[in-house]
């Protein structure tokens, strides 16, 4: 069973993945996580990085263009080397962080009855 609910979250120049481990009775036997990723979108996917099974099921991967857009899916690897089908398919541009807008100034509450 592949791992579910896999966000990718855009950053400037990175995209942050994470993922929900498979049901309780597949964990004991993953060994690790591999994530796949078309760079950029369009190109065949690769392994682009393993995750231990024993870490956080988070992974940052730096070094991508603003304004592109990539793909990316996440397998489970059993301890026999047997992996599971791709997780659902996420799609992220990073882009520079936005700082949050100025806070509104000169507002007027008018009540009327």
């Known amino acids: 069973m592949p791992p579910f609910n896999v966000v990718a979250l855009p950053g400037d120049k990175k995209v942050t993945l994470t993922w929900q481990l ?3 009775k597949d964990r004991a036997t993953i060994f690790q996580y591999k994530i796949y990723g078309a760079l ?20 940052e991967i730096a070094g991508l263009d603003n304004g592109e857009t990539y793909d990316f ?11 599971s089908s791709y997780s659902y398919k996420v799609s992220a541009a990073p ?3 936005n700082a949050p807008p100025d806070p509104p100034q000169n507002l007027r509450l008018q009540f009327q009855r």
């Open 22 to 24: 498979p049901a309780i």
């Open 40 to 59: 950029p979108i369009g190109m065949a996917e690769n392994v682009i990085a393993s995750v231990p099974a024993s870490a956080d099921p988070v992974l």
């Open 73 to 83: 899916y996440v397998t489970a690897v059993d301890l026999n080397k047997g992996e």
């Open 95 to 97: 882009g520079e962080e």
